[in-house]
């Protein structure tokens, strides 16, 4: 999971800045517009998207997954509000309510951020055969290797603990890995070697 030195530090790009500025004017005039938010929280907000939309997969959020949601925000949440109201996790029920018609805009702020923070031009983005197993120390040499950025997004984005990034034993709904995998096509991710590969440590 991002720290909220590195949500600083990626909404510091002028063009991330820019981005998350004028999503946020929408988002709040149309949803919510009472809501009183920083850029910074705002951003943690666009960083949980592809969370939350792995959480509705199923249509709902359960309990459990609202408490999951609820943790992850605060720890993104610029300071900290441990003690009060938490505006990440206040400003996640606006776009819970109404995900399907604003997750396109923010997936899109986030593509954008991946290209800017995270060059990956220079990778070897030959694909990954989807019918071949995956070999485990060929997958954990490939993390190694990855720019460190990228494997702080796909860890933030579809893990809970982002230690568990080399595990070679994830489980998670069929449901849910479909989600994951639209989300990662609307990102861009799929194309990357890296995270073909970790898929396939799902089960």
């Given amino acids: 999971m991002f720290t909220e030195y590195e949500i600083e530090s990626m909404i510091a790009y002028p063009e991330v800045a820019e981005a998350t500025k004028a999503l946020k004017k929408e988002f709040l005039k149309t949803e919510a517009p009472y809501l009183e938010i920083s850029d910074d929280d705002f951003f943690s907000l666009i960083i949980m998207t592809p969370t939350i939309g792995i959480a509705m997969a199923d249509s709902k959020i359960s309990l459990f997954e609202e408490m999951a949601l609820n943790k ?50 220079d990778m070897n983005l030959k694909p990954v055969d989807k019918n071949a197993e995956v070999d485990y120390q060929e997958y954990r040499e490939a993390v190694l290797h990855a720019p460190y950025l990228l494997i702080r997004f796909i860890a933030s984005f579809f893990l809970e603990n982002d230690e568990d990034i080399i595990n070679q034993n994830h489980k998670v709904s069929k449901e849910e890995f479909q989600r994951m995998n639209l989300i990662a096509e609307k990102l861009e991710l799929d194309k990357i070697p890296v995270f073909q590969m970790f898929c396939k440590t799902f089960q």
């Fill in 72 to 121: 992850k925000a605060r720890k993104l949440s610029k300071g900290g509000y441990f003690m009060k109201k938490d505006p990440v996790v206040y400003a996640m029920k606006f776009l819970i309510k109404n995900y399907y018609n604003w997750s396109d805009k923010f997936l899109d702020v986030l593509k954008q951020t991946i290209k800017i923070t995270c060059p990956l031009d």
